[in-house]
């Protein structure tokens, strides 16, 4: 063989070795579709709590959205940048089951929430629209996005909750 014809057959294993080796990678650090499959059904599950949650708050149930939640709850409120705890997040709560009339949670959006190998992990990440009435008479509109995680119980562990407070007084 010439020169020529061993360079040229070395270029094409090179080139079919490399592509194998992409192959291989992709299809050996992917997550199966049973993994992704388990994520989806466990987000379906915890987006059904979490629209529980959003419904026992609008009916101010207090004590029936307190039993959703995990006694080691993290709740960083959307007016502090603190971490506050279970303790903390009831009275909060309740301020504003108090503080207004009436609640209604519209064009409610639920989408899972990913690891860092993109297979969903049961978080729940919700888009929404709060309407609500404060006892002034006072019409508040004001968008909302959280992110929710649960624990191996079912209950919400982290309530991460983002919107303009501002805007809704």
């Not at 014809?5 to 992917?30: A, V």
């Not at 080691?72 to 502090?80: G, K, N, R, Y």
């Not at 709560?93 to 209604?104: D, R």
Request: charged residues 25%; negative net charge; glycine residues 6%.
């Amino acid at each position: 063989l010439s020169r020529i014809k061993i360079l040229k057959c070395y270029e094409k294993l090179t080139i079919h070795y490399h592509i194998y080796c992409t192959f291989f990678k992709l299809w050996s650090t992917s997550p199966s579709q049973s993994d992704y499959d388990k994520g989806i059904a466990l987000f379906e599950k915890n987006k059904a709590i979490a629209n529980e949650s959003f419904n026992l708050f609008i009916a101010k149930d207090l004590e029936g959205m307190m039993d959703m939640h995990s006694e080691s709850l993290i709740w960083p409120p959307a007016s502090t940048t603190d971490s506050l705890s279970k303790d903390e997040f009831r009275p909060g709560m309740k301020e504003w089951m108090t503080e207004f009339e009436e609640f209604k949670f519209v064009d409610r959006q639920f989408y899972p929430g990913f690891d860092e190998d993109f297979v969903p992990n049961g978080s729940v990440r919700t888009y929404g629209t709060w309407l609500g009435t404060h006892k002034s008479g006072k019409q508040t509109v004001t968008k909302y996005y959280s992110v929710l995680e649960f624990d191996e119980n079912g209950k919400i562990s982290a309530d991460l909750e983002y919107f303009d407070v501002g805007g809704v007084f």
